[in-house]
Every structure is written in structure tokens, then in C-alpha cells.
């Protein structure tokens, strides 16, 4: 039950994504990836793709136009 | 405060965004006779900046056929195209302040650089071959019944493709 | 869909940070700045108060719900996700129909009509439109954003997006410098198809709108099969 955290600040679509497909797959069920982001994309497209992959997912923003995007691996 | 929330802050979902840019789009065709076009107001960016320096982009080749020259009026500055691009700008950025989310985000290192230079570069050539770009050649084309709409967006696909892998080689 | 324990992280992260900065009274200055612009165009150029205010709609709702038309053909390769792309295909259909009905009524009116005075985006196809599509699409996806993404995120303060603009630049006049050769070569023998003119404009308009039902059915197909089941 541990926390991953991933920085992609200033990284651009689809940068981020990937990212976090790629940490997931490392990650054991039940772990958390916490990715800060600040790009405003980022926000529909990462949680539209971990909401179908049937993780739970939910985001914060934390500063002007920077959010921290939270995702549990549930499978 | 509820619909400030919603309508200001939270990300609209996709199929609201795309049915407003196609009834956008319609009423720009209808009320003006044209519809939503972009990279061509680049290239008369450019040709303006080439004139301060004192060339004639103006007797290019380029200019003198399929209508590709300035509508009588118009300047390289002054056209249809400086006037809708800069209020797409203005309006993402009015968007983006009003969800107070505007943030000057630099460039992370010189791949990034250079990888965004060398897209620029291939997107803005490739307009001048297809006769306009995603909004021009695809958005605006497709509806409009031109088949080259159809095989713009085909090949884009084809070329994402490429895109994908010579990004997950050098980028990630 | 949340759960417990993001919801505890979300409440430690909120309480480090102070309410933050409101950007809302630079809204309010550029919302007017856009007034005065519009009113000046209003007194001046009525066809361009009409671009300026259509484009500030364009560029809102682009921001506003993250439209995104490299994402569109991105996901679905890379991570099978078809979201956006659907969206482009429903905002097909609806332009589809619109654009049929404004050159229903333009055409009605015009006796002996020429290709070129259809009004919409009609241009020759051929091997420079696929040449210049494969550019395009591998300039958008390694850049970060196709035309429209660009001008969208220059708005929202991305400096990348400004280099990306001026490789934009420099990409379209060495295309219109070396477009004579290309048009000698290639566009000059393609000629240009305007689907209505072998099927009748009705006829087209179903046709087309059903391909793009076709179209959606497809992508909605590979969506679902690449959710939940993969991985």
C-alpha cells in the first residue's frame, strides 16, 4: 500500500500519460501513483483513460494551473 | 457558485466541446461565406516579416494561383486570418483566467526545444502540400463534401502513427 | 469514482496550500479589452466583428473542454482510448448537415455553378494531400499540439507552443517558396472531387453522415474493448 510519485511538470501531451502507464504497470493493486502535472490536458485525458481502465482516480488543483492527479490500481 | 464551478472551472466533457466548435463552425460559414481556417494567416505572418526585411514575398508563385493571394483589402497583416487567430488566443486565455488556472509553463530542456521546432516545421509544410492544416484540410473540409477532407484525415492518421513511435524512441 | 484514501490525500494536500491566487480580474480586464475590439471592428469591418467574436467562442471552447485533434488520433494509437476521437466524429455529423444546408441555399440561387465558386474548403486531393497529411501528423503528435492546440495553448501560457509557432512559420514559407516545384510536379494533374457532384447534395449528406455512424460504431467498439478487459 505505497505511494508512487511521479513529477511531470512542464512535460507536454502525451508526456504524462505514458508516464503513468508505465509506473502503473510496476505498481502493485491497492498502491497509489500521485503525478503532478501542470498541463491543463492532463486532467481529462489522464482520468477519462484511468477511469476506463477501471482504477480509482480524482485530481487537485494545488496552484495556478497545476494539479496533482491521484490514482488508485485497483486490478 | 455551483455554476461557476461547472461552467468555468471544471473541463467540459469532449462531446459538449465538439458539437459546439461544429455549430461554431456552421454559423462562421453561414454568416461569412467562409468557414474556420488557420495556417495560411501563418504564412502571411511570415510574408509580413519578410517584407520588413525588405523582400517581395508577394511575387511568389505560391501567391498568384488557386486563390492562394490576399482578398482585395486585405494586407499581410491586416486579413481574415490575423483577426480569428488572435481571438482564438483571446479566448483560450480569457478561458483559462477565469478557471484561474493561466501559467507561464517554460520549456523543459532543449529535446523539448527541438522537438517543437522541428513539429512546427513539418506541420507548416506539410499545410502548404494539402492545402491546410487539421482545421482547414480536415475540421472545414469534411463537411464541406471536398474528398481531399477524407484523405487528409487518413494520412494524418498514418503520420500520427509515425509521430507515436519517433516519440516513444527519443521523447519518453 | 474515488475512494477513502484519496480522499484523505486530497484533504492533506489542500490544507498546505493557502487559498490560492484569483485570476478572475484579469479575466474581467481581457473580457473588455475584447469588447473594445469588437465595438471597434463593429464601427469599421462588420465581417471581421464577426471573426473576432466567432474566434473568442473558438478559443474559449477549446480551453474550456480540452479539445485536442493530435489526442484524437494520438490515444487511440498509443493507449486505445477512442473519447476524443468520437467527439470529432459527432462534431462531423453536425457540421455535415450544417455546411450541406449553407450550400443547399447558396447553390439554389446560382444558375451554371463552377467548382470554385462552391463556397467551404474544396481543393484538389491526390499525393500531396497524403505527402502533406503525414507531415502534418507527425509534426502534431512530436510538437505537442496540431494548429488549433497550438493557438489554444499559447493562450494558456505554454512557451513551448510559442517555438512551435515560429518552426509553424518557417515550415509554410519554405512550403509556399518550394510550392511552385510541387505544383508542377504533382497538384497541377490532380483534379478536385466534390462528392455532391456524382451523387447530388442530399445524397451525399446521407451517405456521409452514415459513414460517420459507421465511424463511431467502430471507434465506440474499439474503445470498449480496450477498457477494462486489457492490461
Same mark, same amino acid.
Given at each position: 500500500?505505497?505511494e ?5 511538470m512542464? *512535460? $507536454? ?22 503525478? *503532478?502535472t ?5 486532467? $481529462? ?9 477501471g482504477?480509482?482516480v ?11 492527479i ?6 | 457558485?455551483q ?8 473541463p ?17 460559414f453561414?454568416?461569412t ?7 495560411s ?8 516579416i !519578410?517584407?520588413?526585411f525588405?523582400m #517581395? ?9 488557386y486563390?492562394?493571394?490576399? #482578398? ?12 480569428i ?11 483559462a483566467?477565469?478557471?484561474?488556472e ?26 502548404r502540400?494539402?492545402f ?14 471536398s !474528398?481531399h477532407?477524407?484523405?487528409f484525415g ?6 500520427a ?12 | ?15 498546505e ?11 474581467v480586464?481581457?473580457?473588455?479589452v475584447?469588447?473594445?475590439?469588437y ?6 469591418? %462588420? ?8 474566434g ?13 485533434f493530435t489526442a484524437?488520433?494520438r490515444?487511440?494509437?498509443? %493507449?486505445?482510448?477512442?473519447?476524443l476521437?468520437?467527439a %470529432? ?13 449553407v ?32 507531415l502534418f ?9 496540431c ?8 493562450g ?9 509557432l ?6 509554410v ?6 510550392f511552385?516545384?510541387?505544383d ?47 492490461m
Amino acid at each position: 500500500m505505497k505511494e508512487v510519485r511521479i513529477d511531470c511538470m512542464y *512535460e $507536454t501531451c502525451p508526456i504524462p500519460l505514458l508516464k503513468a502507464l508505465k509506473e502503473l504497470k510496476k505498481m502493485e493493486i491497492g498502491d497509489i501513483l500521485i503525478m *503532478e502535472t501542470d498541463h491543463s490536458c492532463s486532467i $481529462t485525458n489522464v482520468i477519462d483513460w484511468a477511469k476506463k481502465q477501471g482504477h480509482n482516480v480524482d485530481y487537485v488543483e494545488i496552484s495556478e494551473g497545476e494539479w496533482e492527479i491521484y490514482i488508485e490500481k485497483m486490478r | 457558485m455551483q455554476i461557476y464551478q461547472k461552467l468555468f472551472k471544471k473541463p467540459w466533457p469532449y462531446l459538449m466541446g465538439g458539437a459546439l466548435l461544429a455549430i461554431l463552425n456552421i454559423i462562421l460559414f453561414a454568416s461569412t461565406g467562409e468557414p474556420w481556417k488557420i495556417t495560411s494567416g501563418f504564412l502571411y505572418w511570415g510574408a509580413a516579416i !519578410l517584407e520588413f526585411f525588405g523582400m #517581395d514575398p508577394g511575387k511568389w508563385y505560391y501567391f498568384s494561383v488557386y486563390n492562394n493571394g490576399l #482578398d482585395s483589402g486585405e494586407t499581410f497583416l491586416n486579413n481574415y486570418y490575423s483577426v480569428i487567430n488572435l481571438a482564438v488566443i483571446m479566448g483560450a486565455l480569457i478561458a483559462a483566467l477565469l478557471a484561474s488556472e493561466f501559467k507561464w509553463k517554460k520549456i523543459k530542456n532543449k529535446r523539448q526545444l527541438f522537438f517543437g521546432l522541428l513539429g512546427g516545421i513539418l506541420m507548416g509544410y506539410g499545410t502548404r502540400l494539402s492545402f491546410g492544416c487539421n482545421i482547414g484540410s480536415y475540421f472545414s473540409a469534411i463537411p464541406s463534401f471536398s !474528398l481531399h477532407g477524407w484523405v487528409f484525415g487518413i494520412f494524418m492518421f498514418i503520420g500520427a502513427w509515425i509521430g507515436s513511435k519517433v516519440l516513444f524512441r527519443y521523447l519518453l | 469514482m474515488t475512494s477513502g484514501r484519496i480522499e484523505e490525500l486530497k484533504k492533506r494536500r489542500q490544507r498546505e496550500f493557502k487559498r490560492k491566487k484569483n485570476q478572475i480580474k484579469y479575466a474581467v480586464f481581457c473580457i473588455i479589452v475584447a469588447i473594445i475590439i469588437y465595438a471597434f471592428f463593429l464601427i469599421h469591418n %462588420v465581417n471581421y466583428s464577426i471573426l473576432w467574436l466567432i474566434g473568442l467562442l473558438l478559443g474559449f471552447v477549446l480551453q474550456r473542454s480540452r479539445f485536442c485533434f493530435t489526442a484524437s488520433f494520438r490515444d487511440p494509437i498509443m %493507449v486505445g482510448s477512442t473519447s476524443l476521437f468520437k467527439a %470529432v466524429v459527432v462534431a462531423f455529423m453536425i457540421s455535415t448537415v450544417g455546411f450541406a444546408i449553407v450550400q443547399y441555399n447558396f447553390i439554389q440561387g446560382v444558375q451554371n455553378i463552377s467548382l470554385n465558386d462552391i463556397p467551404g474548403q474544396i481543393h484538389p486531393v491526390g499525393i500531396h494531400t497524403a505527402l502533406g497529411a503525414i507531415l502534418f501528423g507527425i509534426g502534431m503528435v512530436v510538437s505537442g499540439g496540431c494548429a488549433s492546440g497550438t493557438l489554444m495553448r499559447i493562450g494558456e501560457g505554454f512557451l513551448l507552443q510559442i517555438v512551435v509557432l515560429i518552426g509553424f512559420i518557417v515550415g509554410v514559407l519554405m512550403g509556399a517558396r518550394h510550392f511552385e516545384f510541387w505544383d508542377k510536379f504533382i497538384i497541377s494533374q490532380a483534379s478536385t472531387v466534390y462528392i455532391p457532384n456524382y451523387t447530388g447534395l442530399p445524397m451525399a449528406t446521407i451517405i456521409q453522415v452514415v459513414v460517420l455512424i459507421l465511424l463511431y460504431l467502430l471507434a465506440d467498439w474499439y474503445d470498449k474493448k480496450n477498457s477494462m478487459m486489457s492490461m
